[in-house]
């Protein structure tokens, strides 16, 4: 941990010349992404602590890092002897960021701390100006990162090359998804709009690129106004086919610098759509026209599948399907001959989805948690923690690969071997609920949130809980994670609407001992409509056994009996034809009925 102490020191000395009492590292990029380009992992380099979601506060005296609880653990480990207090967040007693930074700059007399204005949106900077304020005015800088001043050997930034996504995968073609936002911009009397989320141009502009690990996007600003656009982006970058593509389609392509003045030729009467929890705090502050308080209507466009991209996940998830059954196959039998472990079977998965047509890479780095690891949500073996498997206790496997025709997650929690009365209770309960919502039939514009207790209700009533949501969008060659709806407790009011994709993964995580979590991707499609209106369910796109063995049968009910039944008899009609007989006879042995 001296690299971080040295860093920590070197950041006081940059913060005491500009008279700063704090600094605040965040987990963002400008385009406020998920997971982000090495070039933007200020918070990462700062700590040491690699999880994708957290931030780092930095004060004269102490340091700590706010996180969730799917990286509690790991980040207890990473933050050791580096100076830097964790913070759990949503655990009593807590403090929030600007609790614990009204007390530091109490003691130290400063009135002033600093976050990046390129890499906050606006909308979180202006609430934590406004919660600064109230506590004895303290003021916020946002034109200073100390970090131009001591990270030395910073990565560049990503340069990937851009290429087209064809419309056979994506299933509508620019022209028409211009024109639907076009309308949108005319609906609300809008000049334009400015685009910063990645995976909105991606998926706007049909064009790829790998500028982020495991997400097929590349760092732009999009300018989209009634007749034109404009693509901020270094030229080099793109294809001869994607240029040529681009000055059809009339997009005019610009340094990506240039988005400072992007505005600079409109009326200040002008309206023009910043989304504020997207753009970043400097370039809207900067913005001299009239902005519209409402959301950019692209999440939820994208998030709406069309019939070509849900044909295309379908095909995804056979193929995805055949990886997973050769890999289970292989498994225990690997495990008993020994000589496995969490690094080797993650490497032989993505060997078996690489072999498999229109395979692009991973969707997210495999977590593959045997035993206590598969208590860390987010675990990722590293060879100074890989484990050795045995033919005995449970294997946490959650991954997912990209294909030109869709993207998958799933997660399963396989047996190895024997297992205790506590896994076997908690592996049923966290089926049950990952059942229960499976079989959920609801109202059309229903939230995620309305929907989140059915995966919890049976483990609540044994005293188990999880803190991570119970599921997310999941994108069409595109990022894993995608919104804007979710099934979580937390209140998410986007609707849930036919054509959506969401996960279903409850879990239950037993500290130091083992985890459990399933996960099947769905989609949403029409149910019935009545005199009470329209009403949906969720299929499974997922194709893949649930391990029967740690399941203890009579806490099962009939009807969820039946749901696992025809989920299995409809795995193995969809892989059967697709593998030998070797794995056939495996699958159909995986997918019996039970009764």
């Known amino acids: 941990m001296g690299d971080i102490s040295n860093r920590l020191a070197e950041i006081r000395v940059e913060l005491d010349r500009e008279s700063l009492g704090a600094y605040i590292f965040t987990s963002t990029d400008p385009h406020n992404g998920e997971y982000v380009p090495d070039h933007w992992k200020c918070r990462e380099y700062v700590s040491g602590f690699d999880g994708s979601a957290g931030t780092v506060v930095v004060a004269g ?149 790998a500028d982020v690990h495991c997400n097929p996007v590349f760092v732009s600003y999009l300018v989209v106004a009634h007749h034109d656009a404009a693509l901020y982006i270094d030229a080099s970058r793109l294809s001869e086919q994607a240029a040529t593509y681009l000055n059809r389609n009339n997009i005019t392509v610009l340094p990506y610098e240039d988005v400072s003045h992007a505005f600079e030729h409109l009326d200040p009467f002008d309206k023009v759509l910043m989304d504020p929890n997207e753009t970043p705090y400097t370039l809207y502050a900067k913005t001299p026209c009239r902005k519209a308080d409402i959301p950019s209507p692209l999440p939820m466009m994208k998030a709406v599948k069309n019939e070509v991209e849900i044909k295309g996940f379908d095909n995804a998830m056979m193929r995805d399907g055949v990886a997973m059954v050769q890999f289970l196959r292989w498994l225990r039998p690997a495990v008993e001959a020994g000589g496995q472990t969490e690094i080797s079977v993650s490497d032989k998965l993505r060997e078996l989805r690489a072999s498999q047509d229109l395979f692009v890479d991973l969707s997210f780095d495999t977590i593959a948690g045997y035993q206590e690891h598969g208590a860390i949500v987010h675990y990722e073996a590293t060879p100074a923690t890989d484990m050795p498997l045995r033919p005995e206790g449970l294997l946490l496997l959650d991954s997912g690969a990209h294909y030109l025709d869709g993207t998958t997650d799933i997660t399963r929690t396989i047996a190895l071997g024997p297992v205790t009365d506590e896994q076997r209770l908690v592996y049923t309960l966290v089926l049950k609920g990952n059942i229960q919502l499976a079989m959920l039939k609801f109202p059309k514009g229903a939230s995620g949130t309305q929907l989140d207790a059915l995966a919890r209700k049976d483990m609540w009533s044994y005293g188990y809980n999880y803190l991570h949501g119970t599921g997310h969008g999941v994108g069409s060659y595109l990022n894993v994670h995608e919104g804007p709806h979710q099934i979580r407790m937390e209140y998410r009011p986007a609707p849930l609407l036919e054509g959506m994709t969401v996960t279903d993964e409850p879990g239950i995580y037993v500290s130091g001992r083992f985890g459990v979590r399933i996960e099947n991707t769905m989609i949403i499609e029409k149910y019935m409509t009545t005199d009470f209106g329209e009403f949906l369910q969720m299929r499974p796109l997922t194709l893949c056994p649930i391990d029967l063995a740690p399941v203890n049968i009579d806490m099962l009910t009939a009807e969820e009996k039946a749901w696992l039944n025809n989920y299995h008899a409809d795995v193995y009609a969809k892989l059967s034809p697709l593998l030998d007989d070797d794995h056939r006879q495996w699958l159909a042995e995986a997918t019996k009925s039970i009764s």
């Open 61 to 209: 005296l102490d340091a700590a890092l706010w996180t969730d609880s799917r990286y509690f653990l790991a980040a207890e480990r990473q933050l050791r002897f580096s100076g830097i207090q964790l913070m759990k967040e949503r655990i009593a007693g807590t403090p929030t960021i600007p609790e614990w930074l009204s007390q530091r700059l109490m003691v130290s007399g400063k009135t002033e701390v600093g976050i990046d204005g390129w890499t906050n949106s606006y909308a979180f900077v202006q609430e934590l100006k406004q919660e600064m304020r109230s506590r004895g005015g303290i003021t916020v800088r946002t034109n200073y990162n100390p970090l131009d001043y001591v990270w030395n050997d910073r990565p560049a930034r990503p340069s990937s090359k851009v290429v087209l996504h064809d419309v056979a995968y994506a299933g509508e073609n620019i022209y028409r998804k211009l024109k639907r936002l076009r309308s949108f911009l005319a609906e609300h009397s809008l000049q334009a709009i400015l685009i910063s989320s990645l995976d909105d141009i991606a998926w706007l502009l049909n064009l790829r690129a």
